[in-house]
């Protein structure tokens, strides 16, 4: 059997809350930057500005949320980067040891509706199709794990584990 590697890479989509968020944070750098006008504080005024343009562009920032998804030799590493810069390793996973991945339909799901997961992870994107995999977590009894696996990760997982793969 050869070696796989396949790496894929996804964006969040940013909810309606995230981005009521960054309008406020830019409201309040135009308020702040009004009441340094209004107390007469001219001196400090450049100052205000480029550091509360700056601090505003970074906390926006952190509300980019990409997934990598690493599958080597049947293995799953999932990574969480915020704000093109930082990243934080969420999971990895042995494709051996999944019970099912299946799309995240009613009918492949409702076996699992009354189980109670350990662990929830969502590494998806939040417009695609995704799927979802159980398997035993770490912590003690199951993890559920939603993401989006694109065709050639789907081989390679059916590839160590057949029979639960489901399309």
Same mark, same amino acid.
């Given at each position: 059997? =050869? !070696? ?9 989509? #940013? ?7 960054? &309008? =406020?944070?830019? /409201? ?9 006008? @209004? ?16 601090? &505003? &562009?970074? @906390?926006?920032?952190?509300? !980019?949320?990409? /997934?990598?998804?690493? &599958? ?6 999932? !990574? ?5 810069? %930082?990243? #934080?390793? @969420? ?6 040891? /999944?019970?099912?991945?299946?799309? !995240?339909?009613?009918? $492949?799901?409702?076996?699992? #509706? $009354? ?12 417009? $695609? ?8 977590? %770490?912590?003690?009894? #199951?993890?559920?794990?939603? /993401? ?20």
């Amino acid at each position: 059997m =050869a !070696d796989v590697f396949i790496e894929h890479l996804i964006t969040r989509k #940013k909810s309606p809350i995230s981005r009521l968020i960054g &309008v =406020a944070y830019i /409201f309040v750098l135009v308020l702040l930057t009004a009441l340094t006008i @209004l107390f007469e504080l001219i001196p400090l005024l450049p100052a205000v500005l480029v550091l509360g343009t700056w601090l &505003v &562009v970074r @906390l926006i920032k952190n509300f !980019d949320i990409e /997934f990598e998804y690493i &599958v080597t030799n049947g293995e799953i590493d999932i !990574d969480r980067i915020i704000g093109k810069r %930082k990243r #934080k390793r @969420l999971i990895t996973l042995d494709s051996r040891a /999944f019970e099912i991945l299946a799309p !995240d339909a009613e009918c $492949n799901f409702s076996a699992y #509706k $009354n189980t109670e997961f350990k662990q929830r992870i969502d590494a998806s994107s939040g417009k $695609n199709p995704r799927y979802f995999a159980v398997c035993p977590s %770490k912590m003690g009894g #199951k993890l559920l794990l939603y /993401f989006e696996p694109n065709e050639r990760m789907l081989e390679a997982f059916k590839m160590y584990n057949q029979r639960a793969v489901r399309q």
